[in-house]
C-alpha cells in the first residue's frame, strides 16, 4: 500500500516497434494516444510508465530504475567528406571499421544508397548504421509499396534522422553516429549532416569526424559550389589524401559516391591515393640529435 | 572520467567522448611497433614510424631507434621521455668506458647498463618504475649476432628474435612462424619489414614507413621503406593504384 509496484521485467527478446516515417520509431506523436498523453499532463515524471497501445513503445522502460543506456561504441568509422559541385554532390570515405585500435575490418561500405535521389555516409559505431539503414529500408518499402511514385527527398530524410537522432538523445540512449547525407531532388543539391545529439546543418562542403579538423579547412580553400565534377574530385582526393596521412585510423582504401541530378546514384570501386614520403627531413630525422624521434 | 595526460607516443587516455579503447588498467603499450631478429652474420632491427596523440598522427616519418655504440642499436617504444633519458645515459656511459677499456663496448655489455638503469629506477614515476620499453641489437666479435629485449622493470632477456610495442600483439604467431636461423641478410630485412607491414595494417597506432637498422661486422646500415614499396595486406590496396581520373596536379592541389 503507498509502495509503488515493482517494475515489469524488461524483455530481453527484440521487439518490434512501429515507425513513424515522420518522428522515427518507438516515439509516440502528442494526440494520437490520449492515455499516453495523460501521464505527461501534471509535467512531473510519471511513475509508472504507460506504453501506447498500438503506437509502439518508446526506449526507455521505467524511469524508476535510472537508463544509463549512454554507450560506448565498439565497431566504428572514420572520418566521413561531402562537397558539392556543379550539378551534382559527392561523399568519399575509407572502407575501414576501427575495433578499438585494431583495424579490424577493411572493406566495409561506410556510404551507401538510400534511394534513387540520396546517398548516406556514416562515422562512428557501425552496428547502430545499420539499424539506421534498416529504419530507412522500411521507410523506401513504404514508399515502394505506396506506388505513387513518389520517394522520399534527401531533406526530408535529413529531416527524419535529426528526429531520430534527438529522439534518442532524449531518452540517453543515442544512436553513436555522425551521419551524413547528400542528394539531389527537382535541382535541389542537398547535403547536409546529423550528429549523435541531433545536432544538424546544411552546407556546400561537410566533414564529419576527423574530416572537420583536416579537410574543411582544404575546403573552404578551393571549393566553390559550380566546381566541375574533376575539380570536385581532385580536390576530395587531395583532402582524402591530408586526412589519411593524420589520422590513425584511417586506411588508404577509399570509395566516393555521387548523385546527379536525374542519374542513380554511383558508389566507385575502391581506391588508393598516393601519400608523400619522400621530404628530405625524413630520411634521417634524428641525425643532430641522436635520442629524438 | 579524468583526462590522463597523452604520452606523446601514443598511449591514449580514454574519455567518454573519445572513440579509443584503451583503459586505465591496461598496461602502457604504447603506439608503436618494434622488431629485432638475427640472422647469419648481424642483427636487423626494425621500427615503424607512427607517433600520435590521440587520433592524431603527429609525427607520420619518426625514427624510434637510437644507435647507443658503433654495434648496437636500440629500438624504443613505451614512455618516450623515459627511453630518450636511457638511451642518453646509456651513450654517456658507453663513451665513458669505451675510452677507459680503449675497444668498442660488446652488445651485452651496452644492453647491460641499459637494464640497470631501468632496474635500479623501480621507484621512479611512484612505484611505477620507468616505462621504458627496449629492445637492443647488434653484433660483436665475440659473441656475434645478439638480440636482447629489456623491458621496464628491469628484465633482460637474450632471444634470437623479439617484437614490442602496441602493433606487436598482432605478429607474435607470424614471427614464431616465420623466423628460421642462419637466414642471410636479405632474408632477415624482407622479414622483418614483412612483420612491421603486417602490423601496421591492423594496428592503428603503427603506421607510415619502415625503418631498418641492420648492424653487422661492418657497422650500421640504415634503410627507409616507404608505404609504396610495401605489399599490401589481405584487404588493403597498392598504394599507387588511382581510381578514375589524376588530376593535373597529381592529387595535391594546394
Not at chain 2, 592524431?56 to 619518426?62: I, K, P, T
Request: charged share 20%; aromatic share 8%; with cysteine.
Amino acid at each position: 500500500r503507498g509502495v509503488a509496484a515493482p517494475p515489469p521485467a524488461r524483455t530481453m527478446i527484440p521487439t518490434r516497434v512501429t515507425h513513424n516515417p515522420i518522428i522515427g520509431p518507438g516515439v509516440v506523436p502528442m494526440g494520437v494516444d490520449p492515455a499516453y498523453d495523460a501521464q505527461y499532463a501534471k509535467h512531473g515524471a510519471p511513475t509508472r510508465h504507460v506504453a501506447s497501445h498500438g503506437n509502439g513503445r518508446p526506449f526507455v522502460v521505467e524511469p524508476a530504475t535510472p537508463n544509463t543506456n549512454t554507450q560506448m561504441p565498439y565497431v566504428t568509422g572514420t572520418t566521413v567528406l561531402g562537397m558539392k559541385y556543379k550539378g551534382g554532390v559527392m561523399i568519399a570515405c575509407d572502407t575501414l571499421a576501427s575495433y578499438g585500435s585494431t583495424k579490424r575490418y577493411k572493406s566495409i561500405d561506410r556510404v551507401k544508397v538510400v534511394n534513387s535521389t540520396t546517398i548516406i555516409g556514416f562515422t562512428g559505431e557501425l552496428s547502430d548504421f545499420d539499424y539506421t539503414m534498416t529504419l530507412l529500408n522500411e521507410l523506401s518499402t513504404t514508399d515502394f509499396c505506396e506506388d505513387d511514385g513518389k520517394e522520399l527527398s534527401p531533406m526530408e530524410i535529413h529531416s527524419y534522422l535529426t528526429r531520430v537522432m534527438y529522439n534518442r538523445r532524449n531518452k540517453f540512449d543515442p544512436l553513436w553516429n555522425s551521419l551524413v547525407v547528400a542528394g539531389v531532388k527537382n535541382g535541389r543539391i542537398f547535403l547536409g549532416m546529423v550528429g549523435m545529439i541531433g545536432q544538424h546543418y546544411e552546407d556546400s562542403h561537410i566533414a564529419a569526424g576527423f574530416g572537420n579538423h583536416v579537410a574543411r579547412p582544404l575546403f573552404r580553400e578551393k571549393h566553390s559550389d559550380d566546381m566541375s565534377e574533376e575539380d570536385a574530385r581532385t580536390l576530395m582526393e587531395s583532402c582524402l589524401k591530408a586526412c589519411v596521412m593524420r589520422d590513425k585510423s584511417m586506411m588508404n582504401k577509399f570509395q566516393i559516391a555521387k548523385v546527379e541530378e536525374g542519374k542513380a546514384p554511383e558508389i566507385s570501386e575502391p581506391f588508393s591515393v598516393a601519400t608523400e614520403w619522400n621530404l628530405r627531413s625524413y630520411h634521417n630525422p634524428t641525425e643532430f640529435a641522436p635520442g629524438c624521434w | 572520467t579524468p583526462l590522463r595526460s597523452t604520452c606523446a607516443q601514443g598511449y591514449v587516455a580514454y574519455t567518454r567522448a573519445s572513440l579509443q579503447m584503451e583503459t586505465f588498467d591496461e598496461p602502457p603499450k604504447t603506439g608503436t611497433t618494434i622488431v629485432a631478429c638475427v640472422y647469419d652474420g648481424g642483427v636487423v632491427l626494425g621500427a615503424d614510424t607512427r607517433v600520435s596523440t590521440g587520433i592524431y598522427v603527429s609525427n607520420r616519418a619518426s625514427d624510434k631507434m637510437t644507435v647507443l655504440a658503433d654495434s648496437t642499436v636500440m629500438c624504443r617504444s613505451g614512455s618516450a621521455a623515459d627511453t630518450e633519458a636511457v638511451a642518453k645515459i646509456v651513450r654517456y656511459h658507453v663513451e665513458q668506458i669505451g675510452m677507459e677499456r680503449d675497444s668498442p663496448l660488446d652488445v651485452k655489455t651496452v644492453a647491460q647498463i641499459s637494464n640497470q638503469i631501468n632496474y635500479q629506477n623501480k621507484s621512479a614515476n611512484h612505484g611505477a618504475g620507468l616505462g621504458a620499453y627496449m629492445i637492443i641489437g647488434g653484433w660483436d666479435s665475440n659473441k656475434g649476432s645478439q638480440v636482447y629485449s629489456c623491458t621496464a622493470g628491469g628484465n633482460m632477456i637474450s632471444t634470437r628474435w623479439t617484437t614490442d610495442g602496441s602493433g606487436s600483439t598482432y605478429i607474435w604467431g607470424f614471427m614464431d612462424d616465420g623466423f628460421r636461423e642462419n637466414m642471410t641478410r636479405e632474408e632477415c630485412e624482407a622479414f622483418v619489414t614483412a612483420a612491421i607491414t603486417l602490423a601496421m595494417s591492423t594496428d592503428s597506432s603503427s603506421g607510415g614507413c619502415v625503418r631498418l637498422n641492420t648492424v653487422n661486422a661492418e657497422g650500421i646500415h640504415r634503410k627507409f621503406v616507404k608505404p609504396g614499396e610495401l605489399s599490401p595486406a589481405y584487404g588493403e590496396l597498392a598504394m599507387t593504384a588511382r581510381h578514375g581520373h589524376v588530376g593535373a596536379s597529381g592529387g595535391m592541389v594546394l
